[in-house]
């Protein structure tokens, strides 16, 4: 077996399981990017995978491969800076047990991360919200199903790998309801329930029945939902839903934006940034900051609070040639 090959088993089996212990999810990122690098280069080099060697993968192969994420398979630019930083992490391990690589190393490493634009966070409104709740169809055990998913995910803000990953006995129902989760980073967390979900989630856990172990919204063959299949139903719902309510037609809804949606009714109802950190269950208190820029009352109520320009409306007038260039840029 080459370096590269070697190399590439002792990162995943040494250096991501063993010292690092991270999640399944990590493992599981880390091994497609690999994978979509390693198909990448055999191709442009015209090797089997496991005959490509360390320098095989420099600089300007991995350059050309985000490339190839971003115009041919039309990954965003998010994508492309999470699959950069596990090629990352692998060289960085690579360049501990071979130095006479070092070279063709330290060039991948220089590569940069791409900036890109930092969009306003998007989520639905209250109309919008019915509307995809009403959709499902509550006559079939799917649509009691998805109809319960749905409504959790909304009121708890809990992602899509939250949701498919409860079970029946992460659900409490009594004094202090709750559902109990691990999340991102292997967080444990616990998130209230209003008494209308306690309703829907009672009704469905009845339905449901099975064992404290069994998934809390499973497929008919009793396995958990896959996150694909829970997008694809979603965007079905949304489609539906647009017959009742047409500004869900301007939106793209994802899991997510249901996640950002729970975060904006809570900060619209004037819960504190730091408890809304908490009960989504972000590592900094700064990530929650997104949603201050997307909420325009908060900005306007702000205006409501500041004194009335009083100067008189002009536009400046250099009278230099020099600041006139500089004005017209």
């Known amino acids: ?60 192969v991995i350059g050309a491969f985000l490339d190839h994420l971003e115009h041919e398979r039309q990954n965003g630019v998010r994508t ?36 890109f634009e930092r969009r306003l966070v998007t989520w639905l409104t209250e109309a919008e919200i019915d509307a995809l709740l009403a959709a499902p169809d509550r006559a079939t055990w799917t649509g009691r ?14 992602r899509a790998s939250e949701l498919i990953g409860l079970t029946r006995a992460d659900t409490h129902l009594g004094a202090g309801a709750h559902v109990s989760c691990t999340g991102k980073g292997r967080k444990q967390r616990i998130t209230p329930l209003t008494s209308g979900t306690v309703a829907v989630m009672g009704a469905w856990l009845v339905e449901r029945a099975g064992q404290p172990a069994d998934p809390l919204f499973p497929t008919r063959t009793g396995r958990a939902l896959s996150r694909d299949a829970l997008e694809r139903r979603l965007a079905g719902y949304v489609k539906d839903a647009t017959a009742r309510c047409s500004s869900l037609a301007r939106k793209r809804v994802t899991m997510h934006v249901l996640r950002h949606s729970a975060a904006m009714r809570l900060l619209q109802a004037g819960i504190d940034t730091s408890v809304i950190a908490l009960w989504l269950g972000h590592e900094q208190i ?33 009278t230099d040639k020099l600041l006139a260039f500089l004005e017209a840029l």
């Open 286 to 318: 700064e990530t929650t900051q997104i949603y201050l820029h997307a909420d325009l009352q908060i900005k306007e109520r702000a205006l409501e609070r500041t004194a009335p320009i009083t100067t008189k409306p002009g536009r400046f007038r250099p």
């Open 80 to 115: 492309r800076n999470a699959r950069l930083a596990a090629i990352r992490s692998l060289f960085r391990y690579a360049a501990l047990r071979h130095p006479e690589h070092a070279a063709t190393i330290e060039r991948v490493l220089a590569i940069p991360p791409k900036r």
């Open 1 to 60: 077996m080459s370096a590269l090959a070697t190399t590439l088993q002792a990162f995943f089996t040494d250096r991501l399981v063993r010292q690092r212990q991270v999640s399944p999810n990590t493992v599981q990122a880390y091994r497609d990017t690999l994978r979509r690098l390693l198909v990448f280069a055999s191709e442009r080099h015209g090797k089997a995978p496991g005959k490509l060697d360390i320098d095989d993968l420099d600089a300007p």
């Open 145 to 158: 199903r998805d109809t319960a998913l749905f409504g959790l995910a909304v009121q708890t803000g809990l």
